[in-house]
């Protein structure tokens, strides 16, 4: 006979699969363990079990009443990694034993490893969540970063200050990836400088592996043991050393795994080194010319373009490329001009430099963007890649992002919707005839859900407030008056992303006077929580959160308006079940899609946003609130100054007046319905099943099938 498996077996084993994030009930048990080493630990379950070993944990177990609980989340858990009944068996079925692999330069999937830095890295998370959910065959390849994203605060004047800290390698829920040798995979790269080496560790995120490179080991000097110590670090040097890991040592990676991908997904064009890898392995392994392995590679690659920004497109010199690609390139038969070419827009312009966009675009024949309107502008903005089509026939399609909905849905909210939709509704998210039954819910235990949400928000920026003051070494005063910082009855306006120029996080203090007149009015106030990251480098960015800081010292805004630090997923959660409105003013078309107003959507706050990226396709004049007609001023300035004041109209001619507007019982009639229409029209399109069924459906299955036509523009 099997014996049973104690407590501490099977929180172990539930702690080293991430999927127990996205299940409250587990996440529950492990806090109800400790409590207060849960929320000092940042939320790792694999670091609270080292504290609890097997005899303390029985005796915590048996004092919380948790076996129960525990048997009943083990058995959910083996229940869903040993189903088989899933969409992707019915639909992806030619994924069957060769899976799609997906790249991608950072994972977001919780705050416990904190392998990401933002919007992307999240997406990324939320894929893998929904291909798991959905049985899609598919692994992820990605670095380990070991230390991380950086930690942000606020000195007193201001300055966000970053602070890296080694991640606890021991306490996190990677193992060693076994390769066909029965031993941990480790991988090398051949530079004109020497190798670049790096072991493989496996992350369990539900039934995805994610494969994470570390180039942490002895054969590296020890500048390449750094490579992958932080992300977004370093120079250009580093950043092309890290691709060449992503891309070349991942491909390798899954090589002696013994997988074989069947397609190849680019999340941006940070891997797109994979393709040249691929290629090579063709040619050595098939006996293909260049030209056979790139026209194979390319009908079995995907890649996924994230921003219409320039910077965020990688560019690498001459120079660089030849040190770090020459070696691979003779295997290809490539010169060095033939090399550069595959990474320019015009292969005859000696002057272009190298970017991994135009690599990727050239080894992939599905491409897409990742909203209608960044489709529009991508379009455009590669044009010179087929310069003999017109602008609609440039081969890029788009597929908007979504959220994986039980990441973001906040519990109580869950519950609601347990009540009103059909059963099973979350095997089922990306159907809007599921979701139409949210028109059923009551309004008053809608509000009451949001009220409670939104009380627990403020409650923990209080938290925060004191323990950041506290920190900076603020005067007692200001830590004791930060404790009652914000009030649950005023309009709560959130606004939380990178502080990178473009999005404009300043916005709302164009006009100083108006600002004030907004939050200070006695009748009908207005409240703001900040929140948000600048890059290391961009000091532009620091000066605008150094703006908002500044503000919320300021005696008038005081308690008013508050920045929190360091901005990640916990806190993210926080915010976007909590908030009442969230504010996204972005220079369209500058923000590609954006997400994170969809996780607030879920929750029932209501979209305040620039007619961009997601946003674009979604308002319809019932469901959220839009700034700005669509049109762009060919001006800047001219541009910035007619956004603010649209957006000062906006608050006051339409939020404002409809989040105080009560009935006799105190509840905003109209607002609710607002909530309502917001769930029930937007929840459907903007989550991650929906976004990984059309890339299983428009991509990946046609990829597999080696069928050379292209994306279309999705309807
Ligand atoms: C969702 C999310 C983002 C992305 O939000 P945008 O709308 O793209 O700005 C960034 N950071 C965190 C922590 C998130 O959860």
């Known amino acids: ?51 609890y070993p097997p005899d303390k944990l029985e005796q915590r177990a048996r004092e919380e009443v948790m076996h129960s609980r525990v048997n009943w989340a083990y058995r959910q858990w083996r229940e869903y990694m040993e189903s088989d009944n899933t969409w992707g068996n019915t639909q992806a079925g030619i994924l069957g034993y060769r899976p799609a692999a997906y790249f991608s330069a950072e994972f977001g999937i ?9 919007g992307l890295g999240v997406l990324a998370g939320d894929h893998l969540k ?5 049985g899609i065959n598919l692994v992820g390849v990605g670095l380990f970063y070991h230390e991380g994203y950086f930690k942000q605060s606020v000195d007193t004047e201001g300055w966000q200050k970053e602070e890296y800290a080694e991640l606890p390698m021991n306490a996190l829920p990677l193992q060693e990836a076994i390769g066909k040798d029965g031993k941990q995979v480790t991988i090398s790269v051949e530079t004109q400088g020497g190798k670049i080496f790096a072991r493989v560790f496996q992350v369990n995120v539900g039934r995805i592996p994610l494969y994470l490179l570390d180039s942490d080991v002895p054969e590296n000097s020890q500048e390449d043991r750094d490579l992958t110590a932080r992300l977004y ?14 891309g070349i040592g991942g491909a390798r990676a899954l090589n002696a795994l013994g997988i074989v991908p069947r397609v190849v997904h680019m999340n941006e064009g940070h891997s797109a080194f994979a393709g ?50 020459g070696p691979l390139a003779e295997d290809l038969g490539l010169n060095q001009e033939g090399l550069m070419a595959l990474g320019r827009v015009d292969p005859q312009n000696h002057g272009e430099s190298f970017c991994m966009t135009v690599l990727a675009f050239k ?37 908007t992002n979504g959220v ?18 059909p059963a099973e509704w979350y095997l089922h998210t990306g159907e809007p005839q599921v979701w139409a039954g949210f028109e059923d819910v009551s309004p008053g235990e809608l509000w009451e859900t949001h009220q409670t949400l939104k009380n627990r928000l403020i409650a923990y920026a209080r938290r925060r407030l004191v323990h950041q003051a506290r920190k900076r070494g603020d005067d007692i005063t200001t830590v004791e008056e930060l404790a009652d910082a914000l009030d649950p009855e005023t309009l709560t306006v959130g606004f939380a992303r990178r502080f990178a120029p473009y999005k404009r996080s300043d916005m709302i203090l164009h006009d100083m006077q108006q600002i004030e007149q907004i939050c200070c009015d006695t009748n009908r106030p207005v409240q703001f929580i900040f929140a948000g990251k600048a890059h290391p480098a961009d000091d532009h960015g620091k000066r605008i959160l150094q703006r ?52 607030v959507v879920l929750n029932g706050g209501l979209n305040l946003s620039i007619m961009d990226g997601w946003w674009a396709e979604g308002y319809d004049g019932t469901n959220g609130f839009a700034i700005g007609s669509g049109l762009i001023h060919a001006e800047q300035e001219v541009q910035d100054q007619r956004d603010a004041e649209s957006l000062y109209e906006v608050l006051l001619n339409e939020v404002i007046p409809l989040f105080y507007d009560r009935d006799h019982d105190g509840l905003p009639q109209e607002w609710i319905q607002y909530m309502k229409n917001a769930v029930r029209t937007l929840g459907w399109r903007f989550n991650a099943d929906r976004m990984v069924m059309d890339y299983v459906s428009a991509t990946y299955v046609p990829a597999a099938g080696g069928i050379s036509c292209e994306i279309t523009t999705m309807p």
């Open 1 to 51: 006979m099997v014996p049973r498996k104690s407590i501490h077996e099977k929180l172990t084993e539930l702690a080293n699969n991430l999927w127990w994030s996205w299940q409250p009930e587990v996440t529950s048990i492990f806090r109800s363990i400790d409590p207060v080493r849960w929320s000092e630990l940042a939320h790792n379950p694999v670091l609270l079990l080292q504290e």
């Open 110 to 118: 919780h705050e416990s490893l904190p392998i990401y830095s933002g």
């Open 130 to 134: 929904s291909a798991s959910d959905l």
């Open 233 to 246: 670090g370093g120079d250009q040097r580093t950043r092309i050393r890290q691709e060449v890991l992503l």
């Open 276 to 325: 040249l890898e691929i290629i090579r392995q063709r040619m050595h392994n098939d006996g293909m010319s260049f030209d056979n392995a790139l026209r194979e590679t390319a009908a079995s690659s995907v890649f996924t373009t994230h921003t219409p920004v320039p910077a965020g497109h990688d560019r690498f010199d001459s120079g660089l490329i030849e040190e770090h690609i």
């Open 363 to 399: 080894t992939s024949r599905r491409a897409n963007a990742v909203s209608n309107l960044h489709g529009v502008v991508s379009r455009r903005m590669w044009a010179g890649l087929w310069p003999w089509r017109s602008e609609e026939e440039i081969p890029v399609g788009h597929i």
């Open 404 to 421: 994986h909905v039980p990441t973001w849905l906040a519990h109580q909210m869950r519950v609601l919707y347990d009540k009103v939709l």
């Open 548 to 599: 908002i800081y500044k503000l919320s010292k300021d005696a008038k805004f005081k308690g008013k308006i508050v920045f929190l630090e360091n901005y990640d997923i916990n806190l993210g959660r926080h915010l976007v079940q909590g908030v009442d409105v969230w504010l996204n003013n972005p220079r369209r078309p500058l923000e590609a899609s954006g997400t994170s107003g969809q996780k």
